[in-house]
């Protein structure tokens, strides 16, 4: 009587090796996006876009053109023209100065106290540090429109009416920085490596100089994006406390709008002339920014 041999052959075990062997993704290989997130993102760069290219189509037309029916779907000959228009009767040369020296100055102030202020309420232990941090947070809360007349009487009684640092001091710090800036170093910035430093006989100024800036560096990156633009494009408080005399872009391209009948065209090539500085400030430090939250990402 012969005895069945029920052993596998080396080449079904194999077989069966592949078949049950699990799929490995290599670490380091790049994922491939199908043809779907290549259609959503293409339409929302679209609806993006969509204002700006209106923008410009606009400045490069009539005011004669834009008020007929359909409206232009491309661009015209009078882009310069109207370019040069606005730049004249908004007097956006000093405009332009200006809106840097304040835009550039609050976000220098607000980076760096924002910092400052964020890495005392992660890692420093003080008393009452919870009480403060929360109303540091209940003012975001509070609208900046009821702080407008209190805020024109102190100026006023400081004697700085239509003068810039009436437009940089109530901005030069921001609860949502100081908010933003303490929510990342929780995470990013280990106790330990501040310990390590003050056991080296590092004094608190190195330490922040040395230890808590080039860890804080891609929050700082995004924050300051953030203020340029908001203080670049605010409007409220700039134009209750300056005048055409001494403007902001903003105030300068109020100046357009005025007239019986108001030239849209010159209008919207003001628009398109206030946001240049922005488009070209990102193009330049676009891809550092982005690079800084990417690492900041990875580090957390």
């Keep these: 009587m012969t005895t069945t041999d029920l052993t596998p052959s080396p080449a079904a075990k194999k077989n069966t090796a592949k ?6 993704i290599r670490a380091g290989k790049q994922l491939h996006a ?10 929302f760069a679209l609806v993006s876009l969509a204002p700006l290219v209106w ?20 661009f015209g000959g009078n882009l310069f023209k109207n370019m040069e228009t606005a730049w004249e009767e908004a007097g956006l ?28 309420f992660a890692k420093l232990r003080f008393r009452f540090s919870n009480v403060l941090l ?43 920085g100081v908010f933003f800036m303490r929510q990342y170093l929780v995470q990013a910035l280990p106790t330990e490596l501040i310990e390590a430093a003050r056991v080296d006989g590092a004094s608190s100024l190195r330490i922040v100089w040395h230890v808590v800036f080039p860890a804080a560096r891609p929050a700082m990156a995004v924050l300051g994006l953030l203020t340029f633009v908001f203080a670049w494009n605010d409007f409220l408080w700039p134009i209750i406390a300056l005048n055409q005399e001494n403007p902001t872009v903003q105030v300068a ?24 500085p922005l488009l070209i400030a990102f193009l330049l430090f676009g891809k550092q920014i982005v690079g800084g939250i990417m690492q900041g990402a990875i580090k957390g």
Excluded at 55 to 74: D, G, H, V
Excluded at 95 to 119: D, K, Q
């Design 253 to 276: 391209l109020n100046s357009l709008g005025t007239g019986y009948v108001p030239d849209q065209s010159v209008i919207m090539a003001g628009a398109l002339l206030g946001t240049l």
């Design 134 to 176: 929360l109303l540091t947070i209940g003012t975001m809360m509070i609208p900046p429109q009821l702080a407008v007349v209190p805020l024109y009487l102190w100026m006023a009684d400081l004697g700085w009416s239509n003068q810039l640092q009436t437009v940089v001091l109530p901005t030069l710090v921001t609860a949502f």
């Design 55 to 74: 923008t410009a189509i606009a400045a490069s037309r009539t005011n004669t053109r834009l008020a007929q029916t359909p409206p232009p779907l491309w």
């Design 93 to 120: 040369g000093t405009a332009m100065v200006n809106t840097t020296l304040v835009a550039g100055t609050i976000t220098v102030a607000t980076v760096l106290f924002s910092t400052l202020a964020g890495f005392a």
């Design 19 to 24: 078949r049950e062997r699990p799929r490995v």
């Design 34 to 43: 199908g043809p779907v997130t290549y259609v959503v993102l293409t339409l």
